[in-house]
């Protein structure tokens, strides 16, 4: 079962824009730093993924709009784990690299974000995780 905490953090932030891997990385990093690993970070974008809560895309080319995927969650879970067309997957990536990737960028759906409206304003529920944090 995932987080409440965590869900509501990541549904905020992919609810502002196409929110990339690294922002998933980030926020579990953050809230969940006893359980933290690449497989939770895979787990929750599938979670999120097979409750209708985002869609999967990319960013395929510097010049082409976002692009959703048409593919199965696992079939996503797959291209993010272990990369696609030239790019390297998330299991593959330096930490030091994870940060740049773009072989994910997630979307809200209308199901997300009225979960987003029923969790309420993470910050407001649970302050601002960062707030002590020089780099967040």
């Not at 690449?38 to 999120?48: E, G, K, P, Q, Y």
């Not at 895309?57 to 969650?73: D, M, Y």
């Not at 997300?112 to 002590?132: F, M």
């Amino acid at each position: 079962m995932m987080n409440k905490k965590s869900e509501n953090f990541l549904l905020c932030t992919i609810s502002d824009d196409w929110t990339p891997l690294n922002d998933f990385h980030v926020v579990l990093a953050k809230l969940e730093p006893e359980n933290f690993s690449r497989d939770l970070v895979l787990d929750t974008i599938r979670s999120l993924g097979e409750r209708g809560l985002i869609r999967f895309g990319s960013f395929t080319a510097p010049i082409r709009p976002w692009t959703p995927w048409n593919l199965s969650i696992e079939e996503s879970i797959s291209r993010i784990a272990h990369g696609f067309d030239g790019h390297i997957g998330y299991l593959d990536l330096p930490e030091s690299e994870v940060y740049r990737s773009e072989i994910l960028r997630a979307e809200i759906t209308e199901a997300g974000l009225a979960r987003l409206r029923e969790l309420g304003d993470p910050y407001e529920i649970y302050g601002d995780p960062w707030k002590d944090d020089p780099l967040g």
